[in-house]
């Protein structure tokens, strides 16, 4: 059996990063095109499954008629079976469109409960969100009924989680998981695939990168299993927009506007979005707002200022002035275990006075 696996699509999501610069409606124009593109390619492959693994829409901000946009494109490949896990973000609460809205026929959509839908060759069990946060899986609730078909799992949660933050989000272990037997579990909300790691607990990762905290490429797990539980996978990138981060050395800068000069002289490529990021020593104040408002390169969206001041610390230890005593001081706390956090410090008071 043939299978796409995708999840955090987040249809809608405001793109607030993207909205400065009023690339926020061109985006949510590319999630439908990609949407599509896959679709597409389900329909020319043949494939006989498709798993969305939750966030597929938000729902706070998402339009009805882009759900009916989601729906129409399923009735395009009615010989596909699609599996939708709701996540957190598209929970399936009273008001959901995954309640009120009248899906195509080839759709199934996962609740809270652990259910299984049986086919000819495979059982597919999930579950998934029915509030923004769910705490306990349930997985000791899952016993695989025919391990001699071909058993698939599909939930929306944080694996291994640590962190109180994401213990909010259907924390699953990945021991329990493999315990359970099952030959391919399809997995949503880390936006960074993972398909390397495991042989079948995959993460996809987000569709399209949301922003800079999802640099690298973004796309779809095409997989197959065969009757001798065989499984072939394989990650296909379809976001054509890359976010990236790339840095910019500055000590022999002397002003803002050079800084302006060197930014506008950086070649990009209009189909990535930078976060340029200046290190070294500053001769200068920064002032990385002025700077992003002066840019004429569309492509470049964020400026991060990394730099530290340019100034002889000993030199000015033995000033008799507020700078020349606070440095003194400062200094005569400083080892090697702390010495980052005390030159931040010295930085921060300097700036401050």
Not at 120 to 147: C, H, M, T, V, W
């Amino acid at each position: 059996m043939k299978f796409v696996h995708i999840a955090d699509m987040h249809f809608d999501i405001p793109f607030s990063t993207l909205a400065k610069n009023d690339l926020g409606n061109a985006r949510r124009l590319e999630q439908r095109q990609i949407f599509k593109q896959i679709i597409e390619y389900i329909a020319q492959n043949e494939i006989d499954h498709l798993f969305i693994c939750g966030d597929l829409y938000e729902h706070e901000y998402v339009k009805q008629s882009t759900i009916e946009y989601i729906n129409n494109l399923f009735k395009e490949i009615p010989n596909t079976k699609i599996y939708i896990v709701p996540g957190n973000h598209d929970p399936r609460v009273k008001e959901s469109y995954y309640n009120k809205f009248n899906w195509n026929q080839n759709v199934v959509i996962f609740d809270e409960k652990i259910k299984k839908v049986s086919e000819d060759e495979a059982d597919i069990y999930g579950f998934g969100f029915n509030n923004f946060y769910r705490q306990n899986s349930n997985l000791e609730e899952i016993k695989i009924e025919n391990p001699i078909k071909i058993n698939i799992l599909l939930t929306h949660g944080s694996l291994d989680a640590s962190a109180k933050e994401d213990m909010q989000y259907n924390p699953i272990s990945k021991k329990e998981l493999k315990l359970l037997g099952f030959d391919y579990i399809g997995l949503g909300h880390i936006h960074k695939t993972n398909y390397k790691e495991e042989k079948n607990i995959i993460y996809p990762g987000s569709l399209i990168s949301l922003g800079f905290d999802e640099l690298g490429k973004h796309g779809m797990i095409v997989g197959n299993i065969e009757k001798d539980k065989k499984l072939e996978i394989a990650f296909v990138p379809v976001d054509k927009k890359e976010f990236i981060e790339q840095e910019l050395e500055i000590d022999m800068v002397n002003s803002q506007e050079e800084i302006i000069e060197c930014l506008n002289q950086i070649k990009t490529d209009d189909n990535k979005y930078y976060k340029i990021i200046l290190t070294g020593k500053r001769n200068f104040e920064i002032n990385t707002y002025e700077i992003a408002k002066q840019i004429q390169n569309k492509n470049i969206l964020k400026i991060k200022d990394n730099t530290s001041i340019k100034i002889d610390l000993e030199e000015l230890a033995k000033q008799k002035s507020l700078k020349g005593i606070f440095v003194k001081n400062m200094l005569e706390k400083m080892n090697e275990e702390n010495k980052e956090t005390i030159l931040k410090a010295i930085e921060i008071g300097l700036e401050a006075m």
